[in-house]
């Protein structure tokens, strides 16, 4: 019951829920994620870790960045639940807005910078 309620404690957050569908489209690092959100970068990565440690999402380094992804094949209730989300909301405008700007981000050129390095915390 402490997973499913942790869970759904993830979910119950605008940011957090347009994160996920940002990272349907493809793995972000947190500068790209912040740029599309335009909030700022701790509250990015305060949000990327509360979705992580619920299990919604995996992080990997990648030289200088740290991707953030769908967590897949690991928990079947996870995997249910992230088949589900990929339909639901999608006609939303602000989803819509997100999706398009994610796939058209470019890590290089919004921050080519070390700090995308930090993973969050």
Known sequence: MRTLERIFKALADRNRLRILKMLEVKPMCVC???AVLGIAQPSVSRHLCILRDAGLLRDEKDGVWTN?????????????LLLQMRKWGNADPVVLRDRRKAGMSNREAICGRPACSRSAE
């Open 32 to 34: 790209e994620i912040t």
């Open 68 to 80: 953030y992804s769908l967590a897949r094949g690991g928990d079947g209730m996870i995997d249910a």
